[in-house]
Antibody, heavy 122, light 108 residues
């Protein structure tokens, strides 16, 4: 069955960086984009960006430009998101989610990771 | 960026009642690129509806989606106890993908 398994919770100080992983299994890794979506405590969902596991190309929401990096390791079917210059407002649950790679359009997020809580506190 | 506005913020209903959730977009969204997700406390969101009206795998037929252009609706025909949750609409027509702020369906 399709699984996206994320790394454990992290606690970071303001100004630091955090790297969260998402390991995919149960499907062809290069057939689906991986997206990162975050959710601050008690708040809604916020799309951060997307990575194509095939070539590693990325596209980020403007809000995160310059602060976010997304990478992948095809040998382990794992995708990573790294967020730098952390501030308290970055405290959130970070989810990875996949969407099918299609020729003419994009697809919805049909499978999600379990989420990784990142807490930014001094 | 396409802004999605969901209404109402909270819907208080009893099991067996009908729920109607609205999602309005700031500009036209392709009907093939509008989805609804359900999120229960402490869980990741899960896909309910995609392409405005197609149910995801395993979703019961009491859930239905409709709409076009800038106005979309999720209807739950008869609420079951497990349906009380937060629902989000999302457009994936253009980047950045955006979500509505959510509608909480709570037990009255």
């Amino acid at each position: 069955q399709v699984q996206l398994v994320q790394s454990a919770a992290e606690v970071k100080k303001p100004g630091a960086s955090v790297k969260v992983s998402c390991k995919a299994s149960g499907y062809t890794f290069t057939s689906y984009y991986i997206h990162w979506v975050r959710q601050a405590p008690g708040q809604g969902l916020e799309w951060m960006g997307i990575i194509n596991p095939t070539g590693g190309s990325t596209n980020f929401a403007q809000k995160f430009q310059g602060r976010v990096t997304m990478t992948r390791d095809t040998s382990t079917s794992t995708v990573y998101v790294e967020l730098s210059s952390l501030r308290s407002e970055d405290t959130a649950v970070y989810y990875c989610a996949r969407s099918e790679i299609r020729t003419n359009n994009y697809g919805p997020h049909d499978s999600w990771g379990q989420g990784t809580l990142v807490t930014v506190s001094s | 960026e396409i802004v999605l506005t969901q209404s109402p913020g909270t819907l208080s209903l009893s099991p067996g009642e009908r729920a109607t959730l609205s999602c309005r977009a700031s500009q036209s969204v392709s009907s093939s690129s509008l989805a609804w997700y359900q999120q229960k406390p402490g869980q990741a969101p899960s896909l309910l509806i995609y392409g405005t009206s197609s149910r995801a795998t395993g979703i019961p037929d009491r859930f239905s989606g409709s709409g076009s252009g800038t106005d979309f609706t999720l209807t739950i025909s008869r609420l079951e106890p497990e349906d009380f949750a937060v629902y989000y609409c999302q457009q994936y027509d253009s980047s950045p993908r955006t979500f509505g702020q959510g509608t909480k369906v709570e037990i009255k």
